[in-house]
């Protein structure tokens, strides 16, 4: 089954321990993003990677950090979490046109 | 970022009627693609319709079709013989192509509720 997965799907830490929040796609999509969720706001882009190696800032990158040395995979770092990243986190891939995003199920994130 | 605007925090619509969703955006390019996404409780992104600028016909998927009007710049959504089902909130997102990294910018969402 084409999918995007994410893990874990909720996640409670503490301000200042570090994480990780995986995504993984099996459908050979260039294009991976990451979205946050918030009340009120919608989804505002963290940050995109267009390719292997090749990543660039969205509209609300700081405070994380992202790789891509696998093409299927695009993990999420918060090398130091705050309450303000307390938020619904999405993981998202397509291939490079204008046909949409897939979506991962979601992590559920609070920082404490 | 381009702007894209839900103007309709909240929506409610009786099983089996219909209901549009309005949805509003700002660009200045001419080729450009728009989508609208439901999330029920779930919380699953799921797409609904997509519609390519270039494009004068209006993109329909079951139940689902859209009002596009390039010149206003509205893309409005509507259910047909709606479904308890539909109960989620749905977002409206545009995207500019590859000059923009290929960004999703969302409204802020209409939440919709049907009830029987």
């Known amino acids: 089954e084409a999918q995007v997965t994410q893990n874990p799907r909720y996640l409670i830490t503490v301000t200042g321990k570090k994480l990780t929040v995986t995504c993984s796609q099996n459908m050979n999509h260039e294009y991976m993003s990451w979205y946050r969720q918030d009340p009120g706001l919608g989804l505002r882009q963290i940050y995109y990677?267009?390719?292997?190696?090749?990543?660039d800032k969205g509209d609300v990158p700081e405070g994380y950090k992202v790789s891509r040395k696998e093409k299927r995979n695009f993990p999420l770092i918060l090398e130091s979490p705050s309450p303000n990243q307390t938020s619904l986190y999405f993981c998202?891939?397509?291939?490079?046109?204008?046909?949409?995003?897939?979506f991962g199920s979601g992590t559920r994130l609070t920082v404490v | 970022a381009q702007t894209v605007t839900q103007s309709q925090p909240e929506m409610s619509v009786q099983e089996a009627e219909t209901v549009t969703l309005s949805c509003t955006y700002d660009?200045?390019?001419?080729?450009?693609?728009l989508f609208w996404y439901k999330q029920p409780p779930s919380r699953q992104m799921i797409l609904v319709i997509r519609?390519?600028?270039?494009?004068?016909q209006n993109a329909t998927e079951n139940r689902f079709s859209v009002n596009f009007q390039k010149a206003a710049k509205s893309f409005s959504l509507k259910i047909s013989d709606s479904q308890l089902g539909d109960t989620a909130m749905y977002f409206c997102?545009?995207?500019?192509?590859?000059?923009?990294?290929?960004?999703?910018?969302f409204g802020k969402g209409t939440s919709l509720l049907v009830t029987p």
């Open positions: 519609q390519e600028a270039y494009k004068q």
């Open positions: 990677s267009m390719n292997v190696e090749v990543t």
């Open positions: 997102a545009f995207m500019n192509g590859l000059y923009s990294g290929y960004a999703l910018n």
């Open positions: 660009t200045s390019e001419n080729n450009y693609y």
């Open positions: 998202a891939s397509s291939i490079v046109s204008g046909d949409g995003y897939t």
